[in-house]
Structures are given as C-alpha cells and as structure tokens.
C-alpha cells in the first residue's frame, strides 16, 4: 500500500490501519461537485466530470484498503427536479464514463451492481449500465454499488407491498414477517448492512440514503467537496472508523 499511499500524511495514517479489521462495506454520499464547479467559474456539469474522476480514485482507494463492497449514491430518485440540461448532462456522463472506464474496471476486477428504479432512466444510460454489470460479473474483487434512480423510501415501500401481497397470496405468515425477512425483500439484500457511511461537502444528513441499512453505520461527515475527497481522504475517514467502539446499542 506505500506505493499507492504516498503523501507523508498518509503513510503516517498508514501506521495505524489495520487491514485485518478493514471495513466490509463503505457507502459514501458523494456531495459537492455543482458548488466546487462554481468557486472555479464553471457550470455544474463540469463538477459532475470532476467528480467522476474522484470516484475512480474512491475504487483504486477502496481496493488497496481491502474494502469488500463500496456502494455510492450516483443519483438519487429527487435529483430529476435538477434543471433539465444538468439532468441530461449526467445521464450522457453515465454513458461516457461507463464507455471508458469498462476496461479498467476489469482489470482491477471489479464487478459493478446497481440498485435503483432503472426502469426510469433513458434508455442509452440503463442499457450502459445493463452491460457494465454483465461485462464485470464474473470478477470477485471490489463490488462496486452503484444507487442510481435510487431512494431508500421507495425501496422499503417496494418492499412492504411485495410482502403484503405475499401474505395476502397465503404464501407468507404474518409471524414471519421478522427484521431479517424485510432486508431479504429490499435491493440491497445481497450486500452486508454498511460499516461506515461517508458525506463530504460538510453536509450532515442521511438524504434518503440505506435507511434501513444504517441503523448501526458509523457515520463520518468530511467538509471536503467530492471532487477533492481523494485517496488520502479515505484513508483518513477509514483510521477514524477504526478509531471508534462499535457496540451495536450494548454497553
């Protein structure tokens, strides 16, 4: 990892990582990049292309941390009420960046799943994504979540109306119905709950993001902006969770 982590502040964090107890699964809130495009003079979109390049770090990053699942919140089931260009914008950026980083992703054998409404998205951005997941399937490193079209009301409301209907069918008891159950009937049933949940640009709430899946997430909040947050940044997020007692509502 000294080869990847090269800056003095981060070989000392370094020092005190311990891969052994690396967290299984970080979801990050990645905010910022339309007010880091304004303090250089330049439209959203422009942010949105920075932020992108940080994500691509975030991966490299994740990956020599020995991080299991890195889920991120690309596009949430609200941000449609953006102006229509900046919209338009990202989806085409969705479309470009899955174009160009497939191949990489591979060879750092990373494999892509996404959770979210994709049904609602432009046909040319949802099949890009279709064949992103399916070109990265077979690799068993990084698994990289992406929440796209996502919100976490409308996934437990999916959630309880597929086990409602369930019950009405007779083909599920009441009783049954139990915390485990729930997770198994949301999107995120494959993945383990997150370890540690990230928002940059000095934010500090949830914004409809795993809200089932966090009840026991520690949460780091960074006034980075996403564009900046950046291999040292996980790094440094990383040995502060590992710096906490997790003790799960116990003593």
């Not at 959770?115 to 077979?138: H, Y």
């Not at 383990?192 to 928002?199: C, F, G, S």
Request: with cysteine.
């Amino acid at each position: 990892m000294s080869d990847f982590f090269t800056s003095y502040e981060s070989k000392t964090l370094l020092d005190e990582y311990d891969i052994e107890r690396a967290p299984l699964h970080v979801a990050i809130v990645m905010d910022g990049n339309g007010r880091w495009a304004k303090a250089q003079g330049k439209p959203r979109l422009f942010g949105h292309k920075a932020g992108a390049n940080a994500v691509r770090e975030a991966i490299a990053a994740a990956i020599e941390l020995h991080v299991k699942h890195l889920t991120i919140f690309s596009f949430s089931s609200e941000n449609w009420s953006r102006p229509k260009d900046e919209v338009f914008g990202l989806m085409t950026l969705f479309v470009e960046v899955l174009t160009r980083e497939l191949v990489n992703l591979n060879k750092m054998n990373v494999w892509v799943s996404v959770i979210g409404n994709t049904g609602g998205l432009p046909e040319k951005t949802r099949v890009a994504f279709e064949d992103c997941v399916e070109s990265t399937r077979g690799n068993d490193g990084l698994n990289l979540v992406v929440a796209l079209n996502y919100g976490s009301r409308a996934d437990i409301t999916d959630a309880v109306a597929d086990i409602a209907e369930s019950v009405a069918e007779g083909t599920l008891e009441v009783e049954d119905i139990t915390q485990e159950y729930i997770s198994s009937a949301l999107s995120t049933k494959t993945i383990p709950d997150p370890d540690l949940l990230i928002r940059t640009s000095g934010e500090r709430r949830i914004s409809n993001f795993l809200l089932w899946e966090i009840a026991y997430t520690e949460l780091y909040f960074t006034d980075e902006l996403w564009p900046d947050f950046n291999r040292d940044s996980l790094l440094r997020a990383l040995v502060d969770y590992q710096n906490r007692s997790r003790r799960f509502g116990g003593v």
